[in-house]
Nanobody, 118 residues
Framework: QVQLVESGGGLVQPGGSLRLSCAAS????????MSWYRQAPGKERELVAA????????NYADSVKGRFTISRDNAKNTVYLQMNSLKYEDTAVYYC???????????WGQGTQVTVSS
């Protein structure tokens, strides 16, 4: 069955770094664009970063540009989010999503908590 399993979250001090991973299985990973979303307490889920199926095109929320980098390894069926210079406001549950535009199908992971605190 389809699975997206996020890992790499945790507690980090402001200015620190984390690398999130999302391992996919049960579908043809290379056919899907991948995205990272986050949801802070009391807020709506928001798009953080996205990468095209072949990995060439990326886009980022303005709030993370220059600090976060999304990448993927289609051979490993994994998408990554490198997060640097973390701020308190980056605290959220981070989710990965797989999207195939042709079919409109989305798959979501269960999320990983990122907490930025001193």
């Amino acid at each position: 069955q389809v699975q997206l399993v996020e890992s790499g979250g945790g507690l980090v001090q402001p200015g620190g770094s984390l690398r999130l991973s999302c391992a996919a299985s049960g579908f043809t990973f290379s056919w899907y664009a991948m995205s990272w979303y986050r949801q802070a307490p009391g807020k709506e889920r928001e798009l953080v970063a996205a990468i095209a199926s072949a990995g060439g095109n990326t886009n980022y929320a303005d709030s993370v540009k220059g600090r976060f980098t999304i990448s993927r390894d289609n051979a490993k069926n994994t998408v990554y989010l490198q997060m640097n210079s973390l701020k308190y406001e980056d605290t959220a549950v981070y989710y990965c999503k797989a999207h195939r535009r042709v079919t409109g199908i989305d798959y979501w992971g269960q999320g990983t908590q990122v907490t930025v605190s001193s």
